[in-house]
């Protein structure tokens, strides 16, 4: 029996991808780029036969047809992405001891201390069989000492693979590659890094702490130990209780509508700013209404996983609109955002255009200089959450 740490990274090939091949299999073995319908778009994901072009996640629409004119261009559609990832993480969470949700595509399985029982290795090869025979959507994974290897140890095997690294494999395993491989690691560090020589993995492993802490900080200490193979970060139990939220009292009962719409407007801005602070994304919109008798009534939608303001204001305003049909005086509204998961930018980009993105991100710059209020809407300029 081993006295390792057993960590599966399980990861969904080409996710959306998969999803619409399941849908039309006229679409398998083509150059299928979702999200990037117009010149406007952005790729949000892509085939392997597209990858085999050039073409990769967050890349411009434009871009992505000049490299691949002969693609197959989807629109994609969230919902039924959200719908499988919860499927995925419903098989998975009831067969495994501690699940955590890394994205909508990927989770972290703890299996430390149960090899006394079961193969590990063996164990996560039936997790990947039972997946497709449910759901028929391929997935891979990689089994190491701790998170970091194996999400490499998957990336290495993409797509449809397995991989094993044990202990004694690790720094074997790790000192060829590139460090572009090492989760985590920008593009500016990658291009400081290797404009210094430093290209593989082994070289960065070699690099004394003390100048690793004098070229990147703290960062760069945390890179050298995930170079060693070093990853002390546990896996965080995925529950679907998790949630961010805000709520407010009126200071006297109220039934001005327009001024209520504004506050869910200033209050989903609030939550969804904080979001994204956290690198979240959210698939369920709740909203909470106290009538003055004290009364309370709550109501909610599932939406596909977001962290961006509008669409999280549509479904809220919504939401309030069917609630809100007795006309009496309230005193209190509240938003909360639940069902969160870790998430990547790219997993929103196909349903916004690429400047509607870089607004979002760019107001999210401003408030972190200079104060949550710093960028509102007009509209909601007299709220105070």
């Not at 719908?83 to 067969?95: F, V």
């Not at 959507?137 to 290495?156: D, H, Q, R, W, Y």
């Not at 020589?197 to 070229?215: A, E, V």
């Not at 130990?225 to 407010?248: F, L, M, N, R």
Request: glycine share 6%.
């Amino acid at each position: 029996m081993s006295t390792e740490q057993q960590i599966i990274h399980m990861d969904q090939d080409a996710f959306f991808v998969s999803v619409e091949v399941k849908k039309d299999s006229a679409l398998k073995g083509k150059p299928v780029i979702i999200g990037g319908t117009s010149d406007r778009g952005v790729v949000a994901s892509c085939s392997y036969e597209a990858r085999k072009f050039g073409v990769h996640s967050a890349m411009s629409s434009r871009m992505a047809k000049m490299l691949c004119p002969h693609g197959v261009f989807l629109k994609g559609n969230m919902d039924e992405y959200s719908k499988a990832s919860h499927e995925i993480t419903a098989i998975l969470r009831e067969r495994v001891p501690l699940i955590e949700k890394a994205s909508i595509d990927e989770h972290y399985i703890d299996m430390t201390g149960m090899d006394r029982f079961h193969s590990t290795h063996k164990y996560a090869q039936e997790l990947k069989e039972l997946v497709w025979k449910e759901t028929g959507l391929p997935i891979s994974f990689g089994l190491s000492v701790n998170k970091t290897v194996s999400k490499m140890a998957t990336n290495e095997c993409k797509p449809n693979g397995a991989l094993n690294v044990v202990q004694a494999e690790v720094r074997p395993f790790l000192n060829p590659l590139s460090i572009r491989k090492i989760p985590g690691l920008g593009e500016k560090t990658f291009i400081k890094l290797s404009d210094m020589g430093i290209k593989k993995i082994f070289t960065l492993s070699q690099i004394h702490p003390d100048q690793m802490n004098f070229l990147l900080g703290k960062s760069g200490l945390s890179l050298l130990q995930k170079a060693k193979g070093i990853d002390h970060s546990p896996v965080i139990p995925y529950t679907e209780q998790k949630s961010i939220g805000t709520q407010c009292t009126f200071h006297s009962d109220s039934i001005d509508i327009e001024m209520i719409n504004n506050l869910l407007i200033a209050q989903v801005m609030d939550v969804a700013f904080q979001l994204r602070e956290k690198k979240k994304l959210a698939a369920c919109v709740t909203i909470t209404i106290r009538y003055a008798n004290f009364e309370t009534e709550t109501k909610q939608a599932t939406i596909p996983y977001t962290s961006l303001d509008s669409v999280l204001i549509a479904s809220a305003k919504d939401l309030f609109k069917k609630m809100y049909n007795r006309r009496m005086l309230l005193r209190l509204v509240g938003v909360r955002l639940s069902n969160l998961v870790t998430g990547f930018e790219q997993i929103d980009l196909y349903s916004e255009s690429q400047e509607q993105y870089s607004l979002v991100q760019a107001m999210d710059k401003i408030r972190r200089r200079f104060g949550q209020d710093a960028v509102i809407r007009a509209s909601v300029m007299d709220i105070k959450l």
